[in-house]
């Protein structure tokens, strides 16, 4: 299926969207307070599947990058694009605090 048919019901999540260390103009998306350090493809996919979200990695065009490719996760949504995204960067930060722990 191409990202278009999962028009509604599934979110693409850049890992600049939960970034700290991205400015809102930068294309954060939600609070600082809220936001993980360089989240990478693998650890937000990895979020999404503890989470149930159904992750799919794509290689796609970031919007504000439009020339190059990068990765992305495209995850089913959690009630809305904001509240799954910070669901995810709270599991993001989760899982690396529990792999400090061990």
Known sequence: MTRKEYRGERVTVWPVYI?????RSGGRKIPLSEAVRNPTVEEIEEA??????DPEVVEARYPRAWWKYDRAVLVRKAGSKLGTLRILARKVSELRASKKRF
């Not at 970034?19 to 400015?23: K, M, V």
């Not at 999404?48 to 979200?53: E, F, K, P, S």
């Open 19 to 23: 970034d700290s260390s991205a400015r």
């Open 48 to 53: 999404a599947r503890q989470l149930g979200l």
